[in-house]
Nanobody, 118 residues
Framework: HVQLVESGGGLLQPGESLRLSCVAS????????MSWVRQAPWKEVEWVAG???????????SYADSVKGRFTISRDNVKNTLYLEIVSLKPEDTAVYYC?????????WGQGTQVTVS
């Protein structure tokens, strides 16, 4: 079965940076588009970034307008790992961050990692 395990969250101060990781198993990782989504307290789930499964030369990343310029999604298909780098953290980035298989349809999610900016 598909397993997605996120890590890298924590308690940070505004302006700091962090990198989230998501290790995938149970799928041929390189064949799947992947995404990061987040859910802030009392808010709906928000898709924040996606990356295609294409070879690196053709690979494309996309971002929600709310995070463009501060979030960078990447992947290492050898390590079966998805990354999300966040710079200049803001209190409004506080949320549980999930990696998910897919781009517009997200059938599989990890358990999430908490990011708190305060």
């Amino acid at each position: 079965h598909v397993q997605l395990v996120e890590s890298g969250g924590g308690l940070l101060q505004p302006g700091e940076s962090l990198r989230l990781s998501c290790v995938a198993s149970g799928i041929t990782f390189s064949r799947h588009d992947m995404s990061w989504v987040r859910q802030a307290p009392w808010k709906e789930v928000e898709w924040v970034a996606g990356i295609t499964s294409l070879p690196s030369l053709f690979r494309a990343a996309s971002y929600a307008d709310s995070v463009k310029g501060r979030f960078t999604i990447s992947r290492d298909n050898v390590k079966n790992t998805l990354y999300l780098e966040i710079v200049s953290l803001k209190p409004e980035d506080t949320a549980v961050y999930y990696c998910a298989r897919g781009r517009t349809y997200l059938p599989d999610w990890g358990q999430g990692t908490q990011v708190t900016v305060s």
